[in-house]
């Protein structure tokens, strides 16, 4: 629900520590499945991690589009 507010009303004091928070999350969420990868094979694991990764610059676009405000 706060990410559907934040998107409705945007604001520096809204965004930046929700997409932090998130990042913080998805990096560790990252971090777990890049540390567990046995039983993929190579495609699967490329394709998950780039899935993963996405994830975080999702994130990390409007924190840097915000500081440059």
Do not use: D
């Not at 890049?34 to 699967?44: A, M, R, V, Y």
């Amino acid at each position: 629900m706060i990410f559907i507010w934040a998107m409705v009303k945007p604001s520096r004091e809204l965004v930046v520590p929700l997409c932090t928070g998130w990042i913080v999350a998805q990096t560790l969420h990252f971090a777990f499945h890049i540390s567990n990868l046995t039983g993929f094979t190579t495609t699967e694991v490329f394709t998950q991690q780039v899935g993963l990764a996405i994830y975080i610059l999702a994130a990390l676009v409007p924190v840097a589009m915000l500081r440059r405000g």
